[in-house]
T-cell receptor
Framework: KQEVTQIPAALSVPEGENLVLNCSFT??????LQWFRQDPGKGLTSLLL?????REQTSGRLNASLDKSSGRSTLYIAASQPGDSATYLC???????FGTGTLLAVQP | EAQVTQNPRYLITVTGKKLTVTCSQN?????MSWYRQDPGLGLRQIYY???????DKGDVPEGYKVSRKEKRNFPLILESPSPNQTSLYFC????????????FGPGTRLLVL
């Protein structure tokens, strides 16, 4: 059974820092991996989707990498801003299994 | 504006009183699904639908029903709610399937007393 783990569960950084969020999964036979952002009291917003044949995807200050063989993905956030504060979730398909998320706080 | 809407956003009810949470999308998406989010357990899929009149169980379907009579709507039905169904519920849709970018609704917070 696929299990998705995100470490750390919470992270606090000063504004301007570059940071990395981690996602690991136990079954490497995934179709793709998605990173989401969830703001308090709101739904999820898709940030990046990496197909299993890809190694990374970039969108603005965000860069997500995927290493299927080791069962890991990272979300790199460059020059963090207070507006980046949210919970970040990764999810793997084949059945869209979610991790429990990393709560990020960027201190001004 | 392309969006997924859910109603109600907040609901307090009592054990055994049937309720329906509506979900609607205006993007002509084929795939729709329901999730519940609980502390420490993350998001878990309840039901999904690949197309009109096609629905299937997710990981935690017990105590829930769904229907997909129209492409845009995917209501979640709790025939006899119980306190363990107290949770935050999300509806999501995508163009063709779970492997594509998912668009989530704002969530429905349900409390069953």
């Amino acid at each position: 059974k696929q299990e998705v783990t995100q470490i750390p569960a919470a992270l606090s950084v000063p504004e301007g820092e570059n940071l990395v969020l981690n996602c690991s999964f136990t079954d490497s036979a995934i179709y793709n991996l998605q990173w989401f952002r969830q703001d308090p009291g709101k739904g999820l917003t898709s940030l990046l989707l990496i197909q299993s044949s890809q190694r990374e995807q970039t969108s603005g200050r965000l860069n997500a990498s995927l290493d299927k063989s080791s069962g890991r993905s990272t979300l790199y956030i460059a020059a963090s801003q207070p507006g980046d504060s949210a919970t970040y979730l990764c999810a793997v398909k084949d059945k869209l299994i979610f991790g429990t998320g990393t709560l990020l706080a960027v201190q001004p | 504006e392309a969006q997924v809407t859910q109603n109600p956003r907040y609901l307090i009810t009592v054990t055994g009183k049937k309720l329906t949470v509506t979900c609607s999308q205006n993007m002509n998406h084929e795939y729709m699904s329901w999730y519940r989010q609980d502390p420490g357990l993350g998001l878990r899929q309840i039901y999904y639908s690949m197309n009109v009149e096609v629905t299937d169980k997710g990981d935690v379907p017990e105590g829930y029903k769904v229907s997909r009579k129209e492409k845009r709507n995917f209501p979640l039905i709790l025939e006899s709610p119980s306190p363990n169904q107290t949770s935050l519920y999300f509806c999501a849709s995508s163009l063709m399937g779970a492997g594509e970018t998912q668009y989530f609704g704002p969530g429905t917070r349900l409390l069953v007393l």
